[in-house]
Structures are given as C-alpha cells and as structure tokens.
C-alpha cells in the first residue's frame, strides 16, 4: 500500500455511534494531519499529531498515534449526521533536518455516512 | 476567521490554453502550496512556496506549470498550455510556518479545472 492508506474505504454508521477511521503509512514522519472533505468542496483541516505525540483530542474527535506500528486512528464521538463526509490523512515527512516544510502525502480517504 | 479564498470556482478551458488559477492565502502564513485531485484520486502535491521561490516540487510539477506571489497578498499558478489530463479540482493551501514537527496546512475551496 502507498503512504497514508486509510480503512476502511467506506463506513456507513447511525447517529450517536462512534466512528474510528485506521490510516497507516510506510516512512518516517514528522506529523500525521487528518482532514475533512465534504462532497466536491474543500478540505477542512481537523486536528495535527506530532511523532512524538500518542494521543490528541479536539471536541469530539480523538486521534491516536502509533510510530512503530506505523499507523494513526481518527475517532469521533457520538456521531451526527454533519459529520457525513470523506476523511482523510496526510503525512508530513518534513526534510532530514526535522523541521518541516509542506509536501503532505494524502491516503485514499474513508468515506464517513452517519445516518439520522 | 481567517479563510484561504480561491478565484474562479469553476474555469473551463479548452485543450492548449493558459490558464492562472488565484489563490489569497491566510494574511499572516509564510509557506504556500498548490495541490490537485483528480476525480475519485487522492489529493496530490504539486508545488511549496517560500520566500519567493519554489522550495519543493513533485514530478507532477512539469514545465508547463509555474508559479508566482505577484504582490503581497495573491499566490497564481499557471498552467501554460492545458492537456485533457489537467482536469481536476486544485486546491491552494497555506501555513503559518514550518515548526519543527508543526505544519498545519489550511486549504482553500478549490478550483475545479475542466480542460475539453
């Protein structure tokens, strides 16, 4: 698989449930972002984690980070149907010096229906 | 709060033409991108900009694509002469500046691209 696989492809939940979306990647990486997109618009950046970071929560949203297993998981808490959306992550393999300088790599995404 | 805005929405071209897509970054980020998705794709890395100067660039990035900061505010990318395979939805994003371990990008709503 390439950098920034997400699983599932497509997961289909009510509302009220929890969603837990899996990304894994094969290179080192500075951070892992994870991204919003409604159908046919813009990405809406949700939440940053560091490699040096496990775990990190925004609202209702928790992501974890597992650097030797090479893998991230995104889960949202109780679940509405506006979360409906494609969600995606994206790595930052930042340059030898450690900083960071742009060139995110996208994954395939997992499409999120939450069904009223 | 601050938003990364994109001109036109839609621009439809046909098959050897120029084309500039706009972009205004967020008024105080330092570093710039240009990004695209084909339909049902990934989104991919096309170009990072600083400083005036392009800092990396993907294979993608050819030398029919360019870019420019031509005042304080706009950030342009130019396709010179558009090929079928150009169509696609290009996104502008924008960080603050590269930390170490820290890039949050924010994208724009996208351009979609239709070359006939």
């Known amino acids: 698989s390439q950098q920034g696989e997400e699983d599932p492809q497509a997961l289909s939940i009510q509302e009220g449930e929890n969603a837990t979306m899996n990304c894994s990647y094969k290179?080192?990486?500075?951070?892992l972002q994870w991204y919003r997109q409604n159908s046919g618009r813009g990405l809406v950046h949700l939440i940053l984690?560091?490699?040096?970071?496990r775990e990190k929560h925004s609202g209702r949203l928790r992501v974890t980070l597992d650097t030797s297993k090479k893998s991230s998981s995104l889960l949202i808490t109780a679940s509405r149907a506006a979360d409906t959306a494609s969600y995606f992550c994206?790595?930052?393999?930042?340059?030898?010096?450690?900083?960071?300088?742009?060139?995110?790599?996208f994954g395939q995404g997992t499409i999120l229906t939450v069904h009223p | 709060e601050p938003e990364v805005t994109q001109t036109p929405s839609h621009q439809v071209t046909q098959m050897g033409q120029e084309v500039i897509l706009r972009c205004v970054p967020i008024?105080?980020?330092?570093?710039f991108y240009w990004y695209r998705q084909i339909l049902g794709q990934k989104v991919e890395f096309l170009v990072s900009?600083?400083?005036?100067?392009?800092?990396?660039k993907s294979e993608i990035f050819d030398d029919q694509f360019s870019v420019e900061r031509p005042d304080g505010s706009n950030f342009t990318l130019k396709i010179r002469s558009t090929k079928l395979e150009d169509s696609a939805m290009y996104f502008c994003?924008?960080?603050?500046?590269?930390?170490?371990?820290?890039?949050?990008?924010?994208f724009g709503p996208g351009t979609r691209l239709t070359v006939l």
């Open positions: 994003a924008s960080s603050e500046r590269p930390y170490r371990g820290d890039n949050e990008q924010f």
């Open positions: 290179t080192s990486i500075n951070n």
């Open positions: 984690i560091r490699s040096n970071e």
């Open positions: 994206a790595t930052d393999r930042g340059n030898a010096g450690g900083t960071s300088y742009g060139k995110l790599t």
């Open positions: 008024s105080n980020h330092l570093y």
């Open positions: 900009f600083y400083n005036n100067e392009i800092s990396e």
